[in-house]
């Protein structure tokens, strides 16, 4: 695992917009080929317990907004606070997705004047982890949960496009079918933190 840059960095054809999907997103300012590189993350590692302590520190006041991602077993990247990256928002049908742990790239063409959207399921393997989602595609999952990677469609649909970790795991279990039908996130449990602001 390599180490993450210190900072984040945007295509300089990404802007910081209102977004129907959530707060404010970010948006292509002119056609962006497929592959295109539009945002590399930047942070710090940590480890599960001490991700917890920044969210439940966060969710007090206590502490700023955090925004993480899974990077591999038992670590994860908190993206720099106040950089535009914390804009991208989820969407159910994504146009971004990982080149590598730190790097999104568009899944194809994306016009000018459209939101850069990813799956968050495509960035975090956490059983706790689930969002509300209100996304305007039809293929609207309404939860988004931490085990998401184990759906065969969305196994096949994001295949190379997955955080390398997540990506690992689908391909193990994709090996054993039967392990593509593991328990679901518990649709009960309260929203994650990872909710754009």
């Known amino acids: 695992m390599r180490l993450p840059p210190a900072s984040c960095w945007l295509h300089p054809s990404v802007t910081v917009r209102p977004s129907s999907i959530a707060g404010r997103g970010l948006f292509a300012t002119e056609d962006l080929p ?9 942070g710090h590692l940590v480890d599960a317990p001490e991700l917890r302590r920044l969210i439940e520190e966060s969710a007090s006041g206590r502490a700023p907004y955090v925004d993480s991602i899974v990077v591999a077993q038992d670590r994860h990247l908190v993206l ?12 159910c049908d994504p146009n971004l997705g990982w080149v590598d742990e730190y790097t999104l790239a ?6 000018a004047g459209h939101e850069l959207v990813s799956d968050y399921a495509m960035s975090t393997a956490d059983a706790d982890y689930v969002l ?12 988004v949960a931490g085990d998401d990677w184990r759906i065969p469609q969305l196994q096949t649909r994001y295949r190379g496009w997955w955080v ?22 518990d649709a009960a449990r309260p929203p994650s933190s990872r909710r754009g602001p």
């Open 34 to 42: 497929g592959g295109t590189v539009v945002s590399r993350l930047g």
């Open 132 to 143: 509300r989602c209100h996304c305007p595609s039809y293929r609207c999952r309404q939860m």
């Open 106 to 111: 568009t899944m194809a063409d994306v016009p």
């Open 164 to 185: 390398p970790y997540v990506q690992a795991l689908v391909d193990g279990v994709s090996e054993s079918p039967s392990a593509t039908a593991g328990p679901r996130a």
């Open 80 to 91: 720099e606070p106040g950089g535009d990256n914390r804009f991208g928002n989820h969407s």
